[in-house]
């Protein structure tokens, strides 16, 4: 079992910046590619960006893309994504996730997931 928390400030105005943090515990966090999703009330699940174990594959969807940075400190079994020039739009909840062996864009992929933190931005 993995167990992930996520956190991060959860209100920021339009143009502004937010990191989310995810905590790992329960297994070896190195051994897992690591996912952010998020979710808009009334939408279905969608992917933002995701890391491989060592950090070298780093796939965004386009509507993050050049804006959010993911990134992951093994050391301290946590990953985490910065945003920067948020928009109305990226308001949704928030979830890491994690799976074992390769990066992928697709939630069904991933076996362990936190529970999720509200991204509020505001006009």
């Known amino acids: 079992q993995v167990q992930l928390v996520e956190s991060g400030r959860c209100l920021v105005q339009a143009g502004g910046s937010l990191r989310l943090s995810c905590a790992a515990s329960?297994?070896?966090?190195?051994?897992?590619?690591m996912g952010w999703f998020r979710q808009a009330p009334g939408k279905e699940r969608e992917f933002v960006a995701a890391i491989s174990q060592s950090g070298d594959d780093t796939p965004y969807a386009d509507s993050v893309k050049g804006r959010f940075t993911i990134s992951r400190d093994n050391a301290k079994n946590t990953v985490y994504l910065q945003m920067n020039s948020l928009k109305l739009e990226d308001t949704a909840v928030y979830y890491c996730a994690a799976k074992r062996l390769l990066t992928t864009t697709q939630a069904i992929g991933y076996t362990y997931w936190g529970q999720g933190t509200q991204v509020t931005v505001s006009s």
């Open positions: 329960g297994r070896t966090f190195s051994n897992y590619a």
